[in-house]
């Protein structure tokens, strides 16, 4: 079960993820949404516990009164952010980005803002090659537990010894589709941009990230999601220059129009894909059995962040397991701690599509870091979105 209700009756794992849908589509208030599942109630005797952010990590630190964090759509449960601002005091700005670029950009100028942001796996070492973020003291996140984490994920946030980055959670890039318009079967990348062009033509989506862009259709093509190389890239663009007029649109915030019914087939990241099928039983998600991408995102740390003792209170609190069941809960993407895999109800664990076998997880490729900073993928990402 998960948290109580205010009626002093356990609400299941079920209504707690569509009263937070209820609450994303605008149909109820907040102050509804925290009271019906309790949050509202847990985030109140949060906030009565005077010794919460008194242990050693955060003893006689001022953590401010804001601070920001950059992070993916559809990512977090607001009751996390909620709880924590009812706990310490500290409002947190969320910040929504649909790119490692994008976020590397931002960066770049120094002027983010951020305390706390969410990258990839693939774009951690050239953060920290480039100085822009620090290494993490451990110190000050007593939750977080190495021990408890999947080794397949852990090392992807360390440099040179230093760990960078701690996991929020992983998954991987498959296909969302609607199964009642799109009668095909679709169960690889050479099928999704075969139909984009045919059965689903005006109703397709890709990703507005070159990684998964450009990495699927090199896949579809017998290449490597992670090439660099000319001529691969080259028959890459002819793929995505022929499929362009086809598109409905090319955007990472996909969920919308897959529900309207505007989109019928998207790239489409495990969170996403495990929120649709849940809500929309006819939207399927598949992993390409060609290839595509397995992933982690961590949670990290700019070196220009303004109010770094907020950044660790709040990274901190979302690594305590009972904290971060609600954001799995809610954002649907699976778990690298084995914590929380223990608190999570079984209709989660259970889920193909949150926890594929290992067979369908053994084509994909983590994102390699020269992708993120090679001028012909970004060139031809450039060209594909102006055509």
Request: glycine letters at 8%; charged letters at 20%.
């Amino acid at each position: 079960m998960a948290k109580w209700s205010g009626q002093n009756t356990p609400i299941r794992a079920r209504d707690l993820t569509d009263e937070f849908q209820r609450l994303k589509r605008g149909s109820v208030t907040r102050r509804h949404f925290l009271g019906v599942t309790g949050l509202g109630l847990a985030a109140a005797v949060l906030a009565r516990q005077p010794g919460l952010f008194n242990a050693a990590a955060h003893a006689g630190e001022n953590l401010g009164s804001s601070m920001a964090i950059a992070t993916w759509p559809n990512y977090h449960d607001p009751a996390s952010f909620e709880a924590f601002t009812a706990a310490t005091g500290v409002s947190v700005e969320v910040n929504v980005f649909g790119s490692n670029e994008d976020m590397l950009e931002r960066l770049k100028t120094g002027s983010a803002g951020w305390d706390l942001f969410v990258p990839t796996n693939y774009a951690i070492s050239t953060y920290a090659g480039l100085g822009l973020i620090d290494p993490l003291d451990l110190s000050k996140v007593p939750n977080f537990n190495p021990a408890t984490q999947n080794g397949r994920f852990l090392d992807r946030g360390t440099v040179d010894g230093k760990t960078y980055g701690v996991p929020k959670n992983w998954g991987t890039t498959g296909i969302a589709f609607n199964s009642d318009k799109v009668r095909s079967d679709v169960t690889s990348w050479k099928d999704f941009f075969a139909l984009a062009m045919t059965e689903a033509d005006g109703r397709v989506m890709v990703h507005d990230y070159q990684l998964t862009a450009i990495g699927n259709a090199l896949v579809s093509l017998g290449f490597s999601f992670n090439s660099v190389k000319a001529e691969e890239l080259a028959e890459a663009e002819k793929l995505l220059m022929a499929v362009k007029p086809h598109l409905y649109a090319i955007n990472s915030d996909y969920q919308p129009a897959l529900r309207a019914t505007d989109a019928w087939m998207s790239m489409c990241w495990t969170n996403d894909g495990a929120q649709l099928n849940r809500d929309i039983p006819e939207i399927r998600f598949t992993l390409g059995a060609d290839g595509g991408e397995i992933w982690a995102d961590f949670y990290a740390m700019p070196s220009s962040a303004l109010n770094k003792p907020a950044g660790y209170a709040l990274l901190d609190f979302l690594m305590d397991p009972n904290h971060a069941v609600r954001e799995h809960i809610a954002n649907g993407a699976p778990t690298t701690d084995s914590r929380v895999i223990a608190l999570l109800p079984s209709e989660i664990t259970g889920n193909a599509i949150v926890y594929p076998d290992e067979a369908a997880l053994t084509p994909l490729e983590f994102g390699a870091a020269v992708t993120l900073t090679d001028p012909a993928r970004a060139d031809l990402m450039a060209r594909f979105k102006s055509a």
